[in-house]
């Protein structure tokens, strides 16, 4: 069980401890915001700012990206324990120093979002982060409870081996039908920080990308091998779409394969070398070459 108003009174006389400390320049969290319909992320910067600081079952948004917002300076961030891997990943691939973050662990047994448990809560593994220098439990003490979590989420790699080619296709046309290109996903996702994408090298200022479905199916699809080995499985794609587009599954069927070939995870060691910057003389040659074949997600 939760007490939300016991974790956002640990978290304002936290931010406010750091900030008069002088110990961070910023503390990165959530404040109300009534026009939106959940809290949505706000950057406290004085003591006093401390105070519009919320924490309740609507704050589902990962602040992880919002820190190379304020690269350079000494940042404390809330994170859930989804937050926490995407800080990881950033940290792993050079983005994010560790040095200059304090983490926050607030314990977490899922976000909800319009009244429904928000993407990717059912897969989360932990209420607990494991990555955290200051820890709010479910009681706002500092000791963390351990709460027991849904694990009810779909394994991608079993649907794909009981399903056909066609089945396959159609899952993934119906929602590729509903996407608009308004890159929504892309700007919500931790591993998306390239200063330009791939999909906006040629776009101009008078000539935008078509949302055709070629169009569509391009980005998507590049998007997906682009965070193969580096999507943390946040769900920020699924809960920024205006339309509702349900692509996650791509980006979990791939991270299950990333996990049972090569024995990695994203954003559980900051230590860790990415998996896409290693090589080893044994490494598995799925799909290739006469190498062990693979059922297509």
Same mark, same amino acid.
Request: charged letters at 25%; a negative charge; aromatic letters at 8%.
């Given at each position: 069980?939760?007490?939300?108003?016991?974790?956002?009174?640990?978290?304002?006389?936290?931010?406010?401890?750091?900030?008069?400390?002088n110990t961070v320049d910023v503390v990165l969290g959530v404040k109300d915001n009534p026009e939106v319909g959940w809290p949505t992320p706000?950057?406290?910067?004085?003591?006093?700012?401390?105070?519009?600081?919320?924490?309740?079952?609507?704050?589902?948004?990962?602040?992880?990206?919002?820190?190379?917002?304020?690269?350079?300076?000494?940042?404390?961030?809330?994170?859930?324990?989804?937050?926490?891997?995407?800080?990881?990943?950033?940290?792993?691939?050079?983005?994010?120093?560790?040095?200059?973050?304090?983490?926050?662990?607030?314990?977490?047994?899922?976000?909800?979002?319009?009244?429904?448990?928000?993407?990717?809560?059912?897969?989360?593994p932990a209420s607990v982060p494991n990555l955290y220098d200051i820890a709010i439990a479910a009681d706002g003490s500092e000791t963390y409870?351990?709460?027991?979590?849904?694990?009810?989420?779909?394994?991608?790699?079993?649907?794909?081996?009981?399903?056909?080619?066609?089945?396959?296709?159609?899952?993934?046309?119906?929602?590729?039908?509903?996407?608009?290109?308004?890159?929504?996903?892309?700007?919500?996702?931790?591993?998306?920080?390239?200063?330009?994408?791939?999909? =906006?090298?040629? $776009? *101009? %200022?008078?000539?935008?990308?078509?949302?055709?479905?070629?169009?569509?199916? #391009? /980005?998507?699809?590049?998007?997906?091998?682009?965070?193969?080995?580096?999507?943390?499985?946040?769900?920020?794609?699924?809960?920024?779409?205006?339309?509702?587009?349900?692509?996650?599954?791509?980006?979990?069927?791939?991270?299950?394969?990333?996990?049972?070939?090569?024995?990695?995870?994203?954003?559980? =060691?900051?230590? $860790? *070398? %990415?998996?896409?910057?290693?090589?080893?003389?044994?490494?598995?040659?799925? #799909? /290739?070459?006469?190498?062990?074949?693979?059922?297509?997600?």
């Amino acid at each position: 069980m939760i007490d939300y108003e016991k974790q956002s009174l640990k978290l304002i006389e936290t931010a406010e401890k750091l900030l008069s400390d002088n110990t961070v320049d910023v503390v990165l969290g959530v404040k109300d915001n009534p026009e939106v319909g959940w809290p949505t992320p706000y950057f406290a910067r004085k003591p006093e700012d401390a105070k519009k600081l919320v924490w309740t079952e609507d704050c589902h948004v990962n602040l992880a990206n919002y820190l190379t917002e304020v690269k350079g300076k000494k940042a404390a961030i809330a994170a859930k324990a989804c937050d926490v891997r995407s800080i990881i990943n950033l940290i792993a691939e050079n983005q994010l120093s560790r040095g200059d973050i304090t983490i926050i662990g607030m314990e977490c047994a899922g976000k909800m979002q319009n009244e429904k448990l928000a993407s990717a809560c059912d897969a989360c593994p932990a209420s607990v982060p494991n990555l955290y220098d200051i820890a709010i439990a479910a009681d706002g003490s500092e000791t963390y409870k351990n709460l027991e979590m849904p694990n009810s989420s779909e394994n991608v790699t079993e649907w794909a081996i009981h399903t056909t080619v066609e089945e396959r296709l159609d899952r993934f046309m119906k929602e590729i039908d509903k996407c608009i290109l308004c890159f929504a996903c892309r700007q919500a996702c931790q591993g998306c920080y390239c200063v330009t994408c791939f999909i =906006d090298r040629k $776009a *101009t %200022p008078w000539e935008q990308v078509d949302a055709d479905t070629a169009t569509k199916m #391009a /980005f998507h699809l590049t998007r997906a091998m682009h965070l193969a080995g580096r999507c943390t499985d946040c769900g920020a794609c699924e809960k920024v779409c205006p339309s509702g587009v349900n692509l996650k599954y791509l980006f979990k069927g791939l991270s299950e394969f990333v996990e049972e070939t090569y024995d990695f995870k994203a954003g559980m =060691d900051p230590e $860790a *070398t %990415p998996v896409l910057d290693r090589y080893s003389s044994d490494d598995k040659q799925v #799909a /290739f070459l006469g190498g062990d074949s693979i059922v297509g997600i």
